[in-house]
């Protein structure tokens, strides 16, 4: 049995060894920083202070963030700011199209920001990325990370008539945590949006954050309704508080633990479970397109 014993306060602040990651540098770095900034696009990378910046944007891959910079939810582990987004940018899906084409991405990331003050949440705009994207960057893939549009069929049906290779929605949690790290989600409401996803012929993915408390047999759980949801792919990863005032890390997740999940996911029936210290939504997005 695998003890991962509750992170003293005082050593919150000292990430384990292998939790450590490069500063971001390089050719390849620099590149997607000028086009980030020429096109004036966001990226997850930088609003979320995601540790595999460096590594991903060295490698001339980013995950890009659409519907601007600011969130209508206040979840308790998200670096992005939350408030009232004072715009909607109709010409930002060309732009996202046309770094996309510039960077030469085979496979493409995206995701929001969650935008409640809209009808559809946001999900035209969605809808008229990807097809930006399908003009402009020929070939390219994508994986679409979802928010779960408050339950709204309507809007999941728009992901769903122009058909990411894979639409992801994470649980972010275990359900007992819901009300504590998502207060403006639910946790039927999610698996739902799953669920209406894989009964549109969608490949499925969704992924959630260890180290916020939560018990093994809870993770486990997860798993479970996961499945009876339809999803494929799965991933797990280390919560990381990015600022003094987001929820506390309550424990550093031993590597041999996230081993232990990702054997157990497999065995239960997902397709590809991707487990680890510093694994992200996004990490590695185009291992998931088979």
């Known amino acids: 049995m695998i003890e991962t014993p509750e992170v003293k306060p005082e050593e919150r602040r000292r990430k384990p060894e292998w939790l450590r990651v490069k500063l971001p540098t390089g050719e390849g ?3 997607v920083r000028s086009l980030v900034d020429q096109y004036k696009l966001h990226t997850i990378c930088e609003s979320g202070n995601c540790p595999n910046m460096g590594e991903c944007w060295g490698a001339g891959t980013a995950t890009f963030m659409i519907l601007g910079n600011v969130c209508t939810r206040s979840c308790g582990f998200c670096a992005v700011k939350t408030g009232m987004p004072t715009e909607l940018d109709w010409d930002e899906p060309r732009r996202v199209a046309e770094a996309i ?3 030469k991405v085979k496979h493409a990331v995206l995701t929001s920001v969650n935008r409640d003050e809209m009808k559809d949440g946001g999900a035209s705009i969605w809808a008229a990325t990807v097809k930006a994207v399908r003009e402009i960057s020929v070939g390219t ?5 979802i928010p779960d549009f408050k339950g709204n069929v309507e809007s999941v ?3 769903i008539e122009v058909a990411p290779e894979v639409v992801s ?6 359900k007992r945590l819901y009300k504590h790290v998502r207060p403006q989600a639910k946790y039927e409401r999610s698996l739902n ?9 969608m490949r499925t993915k969704s992924g959630i954050m260890v180290g916020l408390g939560e018990q093994k047999e809870e993770v486990l759980q997860v798993m479970d309704d996961l499945l009876v949801s339809g999803c494929d792919v799965m ?3 280390q919560y990381l508080q990015p600022t003094k005032n987001h929820l506390e890390v309550k424990e550093w997740i031993h590597p041999e633990l ?8 497999m065995k239960k029936g997902f397709k590809i479970v991707e487990s680890g210290p510093l694994v992200r939504s996004s990490y590695h997005a185009e291992k998931h397109l088979k």
Request: aromatic residues 10%.
């Open 193 to 201: 949006v799953i669920k209406l996803l894989k009964d549109g012929g």
């Open 29 to 31: 770095y620099r590149h």
């Open 169 to 174: 929605h994470n649980m972010e949690t275990i």
């Open 141 to 145: 893939t994508m994986e679409t990370l």
């Open 258 to 265: 996230f081993k232990f999940y990702n054997e157990e996911g």
């Open 235 to 237: 991933t797990i990863g």
């Open 157 to 159: 049906e728009k992901i």
């Open 101 to 103: 084409k510039l960077m």
